[in-house]
C-alpha cells in the first residue's frame, strides 16, 4: 500500500529521529513495566508474609480494650487509665494481692498462679449475638490471659514484711516482695473447641503431635517456642493453675507473635481462672470478604467499647524493608511510572512536531498536488503509531528484562511484626526476648516476642501488562500522530513552497 | 479519470472547459503580504486572461509578482482583493476543501527545486499524486510508469530523486504534474536549476506534452530563450502586469 511504503521510507530516512522517539517512549513503557511487575511482586511478597496472619480464616477479631488516659503519661500502665477503666480492671480481674498466710509453714516450697486479664471481657453468649449480625458466617470465643506466676519459699516473719505480695498491675509501695519468692510470667489462650479452624491456633499449625480431641480434655497445646525455652515436648505434662494438662501438640507461632505460650480448651481455662462463661475475644468469619468491613462495622455499633481488628488492619502492621519497598513502589514507583509515561508522551509530540517542521516543504508540496488536510494527518499519524510501536515493544522487552533482572537477584526482603495490639494492648511492651511480665503488664501479651520473616523478592510480568504497556505507547503515538498531523494539516500551502529545508 | 476522484473532487463537479475560451480570467487581483510597516505589495490590481491551451510564459524582475501571480491562479493562495475565474468558477468562493480537490484534478505544478519526496523512488513520486484518487494499486502503478515512459524514464522508475540528475528529476515532476491529467501546468522555473541542454530538453518536452494534451501551460521564467518559446508573454513589473503580448 502506498501510505505504509511512504511511511516506512520516511521512518528509515530519519532513522536517528525514529529511534530517538521509539527510545522514548519505550524508557516510559519500560518503567511502568518493570515498576508494575516490582509493584506486583511486593504484593505477592507481603501476601505471602501476611498469610499467616490472615489465613486462619480469621476476618475480623473483636476484642474489648480498655481505654488509656491521654491526658497520662507513661507507658501504657494501669496509672494511665482513667477512675472508671481502673475499676473495671479491678473488677476484671479481682484483687492480685497475695497473702503470705496459709501458703504454708516458713520454709516450705509453693506455687500459686493468678490469671490477669489485659482486657474487659464478655459474657460467652455475646459469640450468639454477633453470629445473628447479618454477614456473618462464624464466630468462635476466646480467653487469653496472662499468668502470674509467684513460686519460692514461704517466708519467715522477718521476711514477710506487711504480709502481702502486690505484682503486676497496680504495684504499690511497699519495698517489694521477700527475697524467697520468684515472679515468673506466661499467657495461655483457651480455644473455642468446636470451631478449631477460626482461632488464635488451629489444627493447620500443630507442628508435632495433634489438635484438641473432645469438648474440653486436659490437654493443653504448646507455641514451639515455649515448648523449646523449658524443654518440654509432646507426651510431657505441664500445670496451670490448679490443673495438670498432658501435652498433645506443640504448635508454630503465627507471625507478629500474637500467639500464647499455653493453649487449652476454653472451658478449662474459663474454669481454672475463675471466669465461667466469660471470654474476651471473638473471632469473625465474613460470609465474603467484600462484607468485612460493613460486618465489623455492625459489631462496633452493637457491642459497647468493641474494637474491631481485620486482617487489613494487621496488614499496616508489618513493617521491614518489605513494606518499606512495597510503599516505594507504590508511591514514588507509581509517580516515576506517571512522570516518565507523561515526558515520553511530551517529548514524542515535540518530536513529531520537530519533524513535521523539517519537512514542511515536502509536505507543503503534497498539500499543493491535491492531498486533502485529513490525508495528510493520517500520514503523520500512522508513521507515528509505526515508531511508537517499535517503542512499545522495546519498552516492554526492556521492562521484561528490569524485572527479569529483580527476579534473577531476588534480593531477600524482611517483614517485622512488633508486639501486636491485641486484646486491648494499648502500650507497647519492654523489649527483649522470651516471657516476661511485670510493667506493662496486662497491656501486653508479655510473654510474646516480634518476629520477623523474609521474603525473596519476585517481580512477575503479567502478558496483560504488557499488552497494556503497547497500547500505552500506541496512544503516546497517536497522540503525537494527531498533534503532528495537525500542524501538517494547518500548512498553508504557499507558505510551506517558500520555506527552505 | 474523473470516477476515480474521491469526495471532494465529486462535490467540485468541475466543469469541462472544452466549451470555454477563457481558462483564468483575472479581475483586479491584489495581494498583500504583511501588515503595517512590514506590509509589502506583490500584486496590484491584475487583470489577465489566459485562453485554454494557450503557452503564456510570465516573465519580469525579481519581486515582481510573478511568483505569486502563480500561486494565486494555482489555488496555493487566495488574493487580498480582485476575482480569480477559473473555467468560470470563481476561486475566491471555494472552500479549502474545494481548492485543493481543484489542484488535484485539474491544475499541475512544476517547481524550480522539482520539489520530489526524497525517500520515494521515481514511480511513488508519481504515484504520490495518484493515490488521493482512490485509484487501484495495480492501475495506479501503470499509469505511473506509462507517464514516465512519456517523459523517457521508463528505465529509471526504481530510482530514488537522489540517484536522478537535475533533468530527470525535472521530468519526474512534469509526470507528476500530469498524473492527473490537469487542464493546466502551472511551471515556476522549471529550468532555473538545469544547464543549459538540460533545460532545452524540459522546455521540449513541456511543449510536447502540452500540444498532444491540449494543455494550458503557465510559465515563470526569468530566462528570455525560455519566454520566447511561449506564445504569449506576460511582463510583470512591481506587481503590475507591464506587457502582455503574442
Known amino acids: ?48 508474609v501476611l498469610e499467616p496472619l490472615t489465613g486462619v480464616g480469621t476476618d ?21 487509665l482513667s477512675e472508671v ?71 519467715t516473719a522477718s521476711e514477710q514484711g506487711g504480709g502481702v505480695i502486690r505484682r503486676g498491675f497496680g504495684a504499690g509501695a511497699g519495698g517489694g516482695p521477700p527475697r524467697t519468692i520468684a515472679f515468673t510470667g506466661f499467657t495461655v489462650t483457651g480455644l473455642d473447641t468446636a470451631n478449631p479452624a477460626l482461632g488464635l491456633v488451629t489444627p493447620s499449625q500443630v507442628r508435632k503431635g495433634r489438635y484438641f480431641r473432645g469438648a474440653s480434655p486436659r490437654e493443653a497445646l504448646l507455641a514451639d517456642s515455649y515448648a523449646n525455652r523449658k524443654k518440654l515436648a509432646v507426651g510431657d505434662k505441664v500445670k496451670v493453675g490448679s490443673r495438670t494438662f498432658r501435652i498433645v501438640g506443640i504448635v508454630t507461632s503465627p507471625l507478629g507473635g500474637r500467639g500464647s505460650d499455653i493453649y487449652l480448651p476454653l472451658a478449662q481455662l474459663q474454669g481454672i481462672s475463675g471466669r465461667k462463661g466469660r471470654v474476651n475475644t471473638l473471632r469473625v468469619r465474613a460470609a465474603s470478604a467484600d462484607r468485612v468491613a460493613t460486618v465489623g462495622s455492625a459489631i462496633e455499633s452493637k457491642l459497647d ?27 514514588l514507583g507509581v509517580v516515576l511510572a506517571v512522570v ?24 507543503g508540496t503534497l498539500k499543493a498536488i491535491g492531498w486533502p488536510r485529513r490525508l495528510l494527518v493520517r500520514q503523520v499519524v500512522g508513521e507515528s503509531l509505526a515508531q511508537s510501536a517499535l517503542g512499545g515493544v522495546v519498552g516492554a522487552v526492556l521492562g521484561i528484562a528490569a524485572a527479569a533482572l529483580v527476579a534473577a537477584l531476588a534480593p531477600d526482603l524482611t517483614a517485622s511484626t512488633g508486639r501486636m495490639q491485641t486484646a486491648g494492648s494499648a502500650g507497647a511492651a519492654p523489649p527483649g526476648p522470651g516471657p516476661q ?51 501538517a494539516g494547518r500548512l498553508r500551502p504557499a507558505e510551506a513552497l517558500r520555506s527552505v529545508e | 479519470m474523473n470516477e476515480h476522484l474521491d469526495g471532494d473532487a465529486a462535490v467540485l463537479g468541475v466543469a469541462a472547459a472544452d466549451d470555454r475560451r477563457e481558462l483564468y480570467t483575472l479581475s483586479g487581483v491584489t495581494k498583500v503580504y504583511g501588515r503595517g510597516d512590514s506590509e509589502v505589495l506583490a500584486l496590484r490590481g491584475v487583470d489577465l486572461t489566459v485562453g485554454l491551451g494557450e503557452f503564456v510564459a510570465v516573465v519580469g524582475p525579481s519581486g515582481s509578482g510573478k511568483s505569486t501571480l502563480l500561486q494565486l491562479l494555482g489555488g496555493l493562495d487566495r488574493p487580498t482583493a480582485g476575482a480569480i475565474a477559473f473555467e468560470g468558477r470563481d476561486l475566491a468562493g471555494l472552500a479549502d476543501s474545494e481548492l485543493t480537490a481543484l489542484r488535484l484534478q485539474a491544475i499541475g505544478f512544476v517547481f524550480q527545486q522539482f520539489n520530489l519526496i526524497p525517500t520515494l523512488t521515481a514511480r511513488e513520486n508519481v504515484e504520490a499524486a495518484l493515490a488521493p484518487t482512490g485509484l487501484a494499486r495495480r492501475e495506479r502503478e501503470q499509469r505511473a510508469l506509462r507517464l514516465l515512459a512519456d517523459v523517457g524514464l521508463a528505465e529509471r522508475s526504481n530510482h530514488l530523486p537522489s540517484q536522478l540528475s537535475g533533468g530527470e528529476q525535472q ?76
Open chain 1, 85 to 155: 477503666e481502673q475499676r473495671r480492671l479491678e473488677a476484671e480481674n479481682g484483687d492480685q494481692r497475695l497473702g503470705l498466710t496459709g501458703l504454708g509453714q516458713p520454709g516450705e516450697r509453693f506455687r500459686r498462679d493468678r490469671f490477669l486479664s489485659a482486657q474487659l471481657s464478655y459474657p460467652e453468649n455475646t459469640a450468639q449475638a454477633v453470629a445473628a449480625i447479618a454477614g456473618v458466617q462464624a464466630v468462635a470465643r476466646e480467653l487469653t490471659l496472662n499468668v502470674m506466676r509467684v513460686s519460692g519459699t514461704v517466708p
Open chain 1, 437 to 487: 511480665f511485670g510493667p506493662p503488664g496486662p497491656f501486653g501479651q508479655g510473654a510474646v516476642a516480634p518476629l520477623t520473616r523474609s521474603v525473596s523478592l519476585s517481580a512477575p510480568v503479567d502478558p496483560q501488562l504488557v499488552a497494556l504497556a503497547v497500547v500505552l505507547a500506541l496512544a503516546g503515538g497517536a497522540l503525537a500522530g494527531i498533534v503532528g498531523g495537525n500542524r
Open chain 2, 171 to 246: 521530468r519526474v515532476a512534469i509526470a507528476r504534474a500530469l498524473a492527473n491529467e490537469p487542464r493546466v501546468l502551472l511551471a515556476d522555473e522549471p529550468t532555473g536549476n538545469l544547464d543549459t541542454r538540460t533545460g532545452e530538453e524540459v522546455l521540449a518536452l513541456v511543449e510536447r506534452l502540452s500540444h498532444e494534451r491540449a494543455l494550458t501551460v503557465i510559465l515563470v521564467t526569468h530566462d528570455p530563450r525560455v519566454a520566447a518559446r511561449a506564445a504569449r508573454t506576460v511582463r510583470m513589473r512591481d506587481g503590475q502586469v507591464a506587457t502582455n503580448a503574442s
Open chain 1, 340 to 363: 516518565a509515561i507523561a515526558s515520553a508522551f511530551a517529548i514524542a509530540v515535540l518530536l513529531t512536531l520537530s519533524g513535521v517542521n523539517k519537512r514542511v516543504r515536502e509536505l
Open chain 1, 1 to 48: 500500500m502506498f501510505y505504509v511504503r511512504y511511511a516506512l521510507a520516511e521512518l528509515r530516512r530519519r532513522k536517528a529521529r525514529t529511534l530517538l522517539t521509539a527510545l522514548v517512549l519505550a524508557t516510559g513503557v519500560g518503567l511502568v513495566v518493570a515498576v508494575t511487575a516490582l509493584s506486583r511482586g511486593l504484593d505477592e511478597a507481603q501476601e505471602r
Open chain 1, 60 to 80: 475480623i477479631t473483636v476484642t474489648r480494650p480498655l481505654r488509656l488516659d491521654s491526658s497520662s503519661g507513661g507507658s501504657g500502665g494501669p496509672s494511665q
Open chain 1, 305 to 331: 467499647g468493641a474494637e474491631v481488628t481485620t486482617a487489613a488492619d494487621l496488614a499496616k502492621r508489618v513493617s521491614g524493608s518489605l513494606v518499606d519497598a512495597r510503599n516505594l513502589a507504590h508511591n
